[in-house]
């Protein structure tokens, strides 16, 4: 797919708007655009995970050629002149945001463009297409890891996907927000991570229905698999966990020599049923026959609830595999992309609703770090707080008039990344744990006093 198609990835009201920004010679006025999250719940947090991909976009509107961008343009447009403003644009704005992988909370700039008006205003669509599905996929994932303690939490939700990219974004949101593997083979090949998996029901049902069925596919699997030290984990709910499925787990893992000295896991997987009462009972039967270090893997419709209920019960898992809880993530939050200047004039969005007015004016985020705990403060630019020692800014800058950052980029490679959440995982916990209780954000007193003027100098009006 031609990387042009990406940016072209837009809604058609930015382009109504640009062709009146350019019949009126406004193109080259500069704006600033914040993308920003609102979380769903008030004081929730989330992880911001697609920043590489939205400066992917960039080059794909800057290195494309000429004739391929009137070639696509002139298809969908019917305005000569802005198809050829748009055929000769090179991005020559400037663009700042978090790091892949940054906790982040309701209304803090995660992205900030400046740019001549019509580049700013034609990115919107397709800079939220990015940042929204991997960051809510990152923060979701993050939840349920919280959830799961000390358990391994597995991705498998390559088939409920929407499609190829989406499954390609998705794997990789996952294994920043903590999921230690994932099942998806052509995520293994364009992200060097590692894919598993176990076996199906089809499997087992290949062999029939008779007594012997499971055991026969037990046996088929353990013997082509072994000498690969590949994990061998049995699937055992397809006719009946209790009475056949363990069972013969026990019987094939005995005949094929496969016990605690086994160089590669092994184990059983549990994919329905009630699942905290058949791992305690399956958990026995593996201890009664000496495979104590047999792993049990819980599937079943997880999601963080269900996690959280399971841990709570005490069930017997090593490791959760969840599929549709990542793959469709609930709506956790909303990805906004709001003008916050234009030329030297701060402006803002105006609600009722008082999580839908936006900041002015071109901001950077810092976060102070007390008593082993943080908040956050949302400054104008040119405050540039002091660095104290405990205050770190956590705005980058990634392009500064057209031309890329090296050194900055490098960071958002897919395994430092990881490392950068990783890092701040204690963090993690701690918002995690307070389930919303506490508000971590605040507003420089400059900041909060503009916001102030413009309410107030827009009520007078």
Excluded: W
């Excluded at 205050?391 to 960071?411: V, W």
């Excluded at 204690?426 to 503009?450: A, I, Q, T």
Aim: glycine share 6%; charged share 30%; hydrophobic share 35%.
């Amino acid at each position: 797919m031609e990387k042009f198609f990406k940016f072209l990835n837009s809604d058609r009201y930015q382009y109504a708007e640009s062709e009146v920004y350019l019949k009126n010679n406004m193109e080259n006025q500069i704006a600033t655009f914040d993308v920003f999250l609102r979380t769903e719940k008030e004081n929730d947090y989330a992880i911001i995970y697609g920043i590489a991909d939205v400066l992917e976009l960039i080059d794909a509107l800057s290195n494309t050629s000429y004739e391929k961008k009137k070639k696509y343009l002139s298809k969908i447009l019917d305005n000569l002149d802005l198809i050829e403003y748009i055929a000769n644009m090179k991005f020559t704005g400037s663009i700042k945001g978090l790091r892949d992988g940054e906790i982040v909370f309701s209304n803090e700039p995660v992205l900030t463009i400046t740019a001549p008006l019509i580049q700013g205003k034609i990115l919107e669509t397709p800079i939220l297409n990015i940042l929204h599905y991997q960051t809510l996929a990152a923060t979701v994932t993050s939840k349920i890891v919280q959830a799961a303690k000390d358990k391994d939490v597995l991705f498998f939700g390559s088939r409920r996907t929407a499609g190829f990219e989406a499954v390609m974004s998705i794997t990789k949101a996952a294994y920043l927000g903590g999921c230690v593997a994932h099942s998806n083979l052509m995520g293994e090949y364009l992200y060097d991570l590692k894919s598993v998996g176990t076996m199906t029901h089809g499997f087992i049902q290949s062999f029939g229905m008779e007594k012997d069925a499971e055991y026969k596919a037990f046996d088929m699997f353990i013997k082509t698999y072994r000498d690969k030290k590949q994990a061998l984990v049995m699937l055992i709910d397809t006719y009946d966990t209790l009475n056949s499925g363990i069972d013969s787990a026990v019987k094939a893992f005995k005949a094929n020599k496969i016990n605690d000295g086994y160089e590669g896991s092994y184990g059983i997987r549990i994919d329905s049923g009630n699942l905290e009462d058949l791992s305690q009972k399956c958990r026995k039967i593996l201890d009664k026959n000496g495979f104590y270090k047999a792993k049990i893997i819980l599937t079943s419709g997880l999601d963080e609830e269900k996690i959280e209920t399971l841990i709570k019960n005490k069930a017997k898992v090593d490791t959760f595999g969840v599929g549709d809880a990542i793959a469709l993530p609930k709506k956790e939050i909303s990805t906004v992309y709001k003008m916050a200047k234009i030329n030297e004039n701060a402006v803002m969005k105006i609600s009722d609703e008082s999580s839908k007015t936006s900041l002015p004016e071109n901001k950077d985020l810092y976060r102070v770090y007390e008593n082993n705990d943080f908040y956050d403060v949302v400054a104008l630019e040119d405050e540039k707080l002091e660095n104290t020692g405990n205050i770190k800014k956590l705005t980058i800058d990634y392009i500064s008039e057209g031309e890329k950052l090296l050194e900055n980029y490098e960071l958002l490679d897919l395994k430092k990344a990881k490392e950068y959440y990783d890092s701040n995982l204690r963090f993690v916990k701690k918002v995690y744990g307070e389930k919303l209780k506490s508000g971590r954000v605040k507003l420089s007193e400059k900041l909060e006093d503009l916001k102030n003027e413009l309410l107030k100098a827009r009520k007078n009006i």
